[in-house]
Nanobody, 121 residues
């Protein structure tokens, strides 16, 4: 399976940005889809996650109330709506397809290459 993020860029503090993650490959199922981010000099950290069924969503405390995760099952896509962006949101954002499997692949996680989000005035 291939995981690809898009939508990163430069935005001013207080602005908004939408990130997208698209999964391609053979038909599959998975446990969840999630966003992580990694700022320069820091460890990769969890941002938000949605279960494959869509019935459970979780956010990091630092983004609650500002970010919204959603996914489109039919299109195998996931988005992250980011509002009220802060300087500290600057990072490379990664999409993770969690526990993906099909008839030919055992369950494992897949990561995208990441997309840069820079919050700066």
């Amino acid at each position: 399976f291939q995981v690809a993020e898009s939508g990163g860029g430069l935005v001013q503090p207080g602005g908004s940005l939408i990130l997208s993650c698209t999964i391609s490959g053979d038909a599959f199922s998975a446990t969840s889809m999630a966003w992580y981010r990694q700022a320069p000099g820091k460890e990769r950290e969890f941002v938000a996650e949605v279960t494959w069924s869509g019935d459970n969503i979780d956010y990091a405390e630092s983004v609650k109330g500002r970010f919204t995760i959603s996914r489109d099952n039919a299109k195998n896509t996931m988005t992250l709506q980011m509002n009220s962006l802060k300087y500290e949101d600057t990072a490379v954002y990664y999409c993770k397809l969690g526990g993906a499997y099909n008839w030919n692949h055992s369950p494992r996680d897949y990561w995208g290459q990441g997309t840069q989000v820079t919050v700066s005035s």
